[in-house]
């Protein structure tokens, strides 16, 4: 069965960092690109980031480009956002995603 | 980027009714279109992938048809489990972008 699982989120002030990660199970990690993908509260869904099976293409949203950072770790099937300079517009549920598969997500609230 | 456009927002039908529900892209995005049901508290699941492959395990009342700019998902006869919010998903060009939800509901 296939799992995604996020973890790392929280309550932050505005301008920290904070980082999430996602660990993957029941397929092979590694063959697959990999995506943030959030919704901040009653709003729509937005993309956030893409990274390549070996991390050789990654993508940003507008939004988040220059402080988002999307990494991936294959030998421990395990996805990362490290996230700094945060804003209250960043305040969302952010879920891990293969286009097949999606975790449950994490929430980050920043706020001071 | 891509915008979607997704009607209706909310939809209110009957055990066993036939439920369409509509994605409209800006562009044509070349059949790469998805369809994802996601109940209260829970991951977003994909039903239907590139317009109208059924995702395993997922019941075939649940189909997707379209092309170009205009993408339907079907709901042959709804259940009470089909309770949730539709959304969908195109993956043709630039960034990820998504409808606006249908939610669903029983009369």
């Known amino acids: 069965e296939v799992q995604l699982v996020e973890s790392g989120g929280g309550l932050v002030q505005p301008g920290r960092s904070l980082k999430l990660s996602c660990l993957a199970s029941?397929?092979?990690?590694?063959?697959?690109?990999m995506n943030w993908i959030r919704q901040a509260p009653g709003k729509g869904l937005e993309w956030v980031a893409s990274?390549?099976?070996?991390?050789?293409?990654?993508y940003y949203a507008d939004t988040v480009k220059g402080r988002f950072t999307i990494s991936r770790d294959n030998a421990k099937n395990t996805l990362y956002l490290q996230m700094t300079s945060l804003r209250s517009e960043d305040t969302a549920l952010y879920y891990c995603?293969?286009?097949?598969?999606w975790g449950q997500g994490v929430m980050v609230t920043v706020s001071s | 980027d891509i915008q979607m456009t997704q009607s209706p927002s909310f939809l209110s039908a009957t055990v066993g009714d036939r439920v369409t529900i509509n994605c409209k892209a800006s562009?044509?995005?070349?059949?790469?279109l998805n369809w994802y049901q996601q109940k209260l508290g829970e991951a977003p699941k994909r039903l239907i992938y590139?317009?109208?492959s059924l995702q395993t395990g997922i019941p075939s009342r649940f189909s997707g048809s379209g092309s170009g700019t205009d993408y339907t998902l079907t709901i042959s006869s709804l259940q009470p489990e089909d309770v949730a919010t539709y959304f969908c998903?195109?993956?043709?060009?630039?960034?990820?972008?998504f409808g606006s939800g249908t939610k669903l509901e029983i009369k």
């Open positions: 995603a293969r286009l097949a598969y």
């Open positions: 029941g397929f092979t990690f590694s063959n697959y690109g």
């Open positions: 990274i390549s099976s070996s991390s050789s293409y990654i």
């Open positions: 562009q044509n995005i070349n059949k790469y």
């Open positions: 590139n317009t109208n």
């Open positions: 998903l195109q993956h043709n060009s630039g960034p990820l972008t």
